[in-house]
């Protein structure tokens, strides 16, 4: 009898593990576009990051962790590129990584990049 109990017990323990299961997503992006000039575009992207999770920087080498990626699709000829993406936030990190060994760069709480197109 005893053992039966136990066994219903896990069973119970075990499902409400999975009933509580939940897909994360601990950083939702927004954007918008607002007209700088006579054909020109600043794209902002906002990405707002929930506590206790950072993304990357766009700009990390090679050997690292995977970076924030921002594409754009090459095969519209009606939009140019202006310079690079830019990267700002109020919580910036910066500084070496003893586990990737190298200079890295992420952010919290909230992540914006910026191209003029």
């Known amino acids: 009898m005893r ?3 136990v066994l ?4 119970v323990f075990l499902s409400f593990g999975f009933l509580s ?3 994360l997503t601990p ?3 927004t954007w918008k576009a607002e007209q700088t000039g006579k054909g020109e575009y600043k794209l902002i992207f906002s990405a707002k990051i929930d506590a206790k999770w950072h993304t990357y920087s766009q700009y990390i080498g090679d050997g690292g962790p995977v970076p924030t990626k921002i594409t754009f ?3 519209n000829k009606d939009v140019q590129l202006i310079g690079k993406t830019t990267e700002t936030g109020p919580k910036i990190h910066e500084g070496h990584d003893p586990v990737f060994d190298m200079q890295l760069k992420y952010f919290e709480l909230t ?3 910026e191209q003029k197109i």
């Not at 219903?8 to 069973?11: A, E, H, M, W």
């Open 21 to 23: 299961a939940q897909i």
């Open 27 to 29: 950083i939702v992006w």
């Open 8 to 11: 219903v017990g896990v069973f």
């Open 73 to 75: 699709d090459p095969k």
């Open 111 to 113: 992540m914006v990049c």
């Open 3 to 5: 053992k039966r109990i």
